[in-house]
């Protein structure tokens, strides 16, 4: 499988393996009077970092996965999911704003994570970009379809990750229309790799350096879980 393919839109999950933020979930309720998005993150990073004692998978990306999967998985039972796919105009609004949030079914409230790649660089149209995490999301559609949702985030001076873009298939014709806080028109970004400007034609195509994905950390869970227990 390509390093892309999960941008593709399918009938069947991608996902591999469950994810523990219900685990984590639980255990805030436990440890905290008052839990918040940003206690649940720090437990579920120390989580996955303490599980990483052997560092065969790069901190700062495991560090971001244990972030946003949590994250997801709040949104999804607060109703605060965007699920761009039932959107009607441009006008983002949660799940829980929407008329048939009642009927939605679980793969339709919730953005599953399902890889984050590390790109060292690119340019395009003259703008250049370093140390880009481009994160991929699938969610289902309105016809049960699953179809990606992606981020992109990148490092700050204070090793802060903050988002710069965002991107959907509007069209549903396969690609992802990026929307990227440089420009002020839409990119695209295809299931080859390539990033593509609709002015001039330029496109780019990406090199990942680095990948984690969803069966990647599920085996992280699995390991360190059976290694304890042979201890």
């Known amino acids: 499988m390509g390093d892309f393919d999960s941008l593709l ?24 009077v008052q839990l918040t998005l940003e206690k649940l993150q720090k437990l579920n990073v120390r989580d996955l ?58 793969e339709q409230r919730i953005l599953n994570l399902l890889d984050i790649k590390y790109i060292k660089s690119f340019e395009l149209e003259g703008i250049s970009f370093k140390n880009i995490f481009l994160v991929t999301f699938e969610i289902s559609d309105r016809d049960s379809y699953f179809r990606p949702y992606v981020l992109l985030l990148t490092l700050n001076d204070d090793n802060e990750f903050v988002e710069f873009g965002y991107g959907y298939d509007t069209n549903d014709n396969g690609n992802v229309e990026l929307f990227i806080s440089s420009y002020n028109y839409l990119v695209y970004l295809t299931p080859r790799g390539t990033i593509n400007s609709p002015l001039t034609g330029k496109a780019v195509k990406l090199k990942v350096y680095d990948i984690l994905t969803s069966e990647e950390v599920y085996k992280l869970y699995l390991n360190s879980n059976k290694e304890k227990e042979e201890l």
């Open 9 to 32: 839109k399918t009938k069947t999950s991608k996902k591999k393996g469950p994810s523990n933020a219900v685990n984590i979930y639980r255990q805030g309720k436990n440890d905290y």
């Open 49 to 106: 970092l303490y599980r990483n004692y052997k560092n065969k998978i790069n901190n700062d990306i495991l560090s971001l996965w244990g972030m946003l999967d949590i994250k997801s998985f709040v949104d999804a039972i607060s109703g605060n999911t965007v699920n761009p796919y039932f959107l009607k105009t441009k006008e983002i609004i949660p799940i829980k704003d929407l008329p048939e949030y009642t009927y939605l079914s679980d």
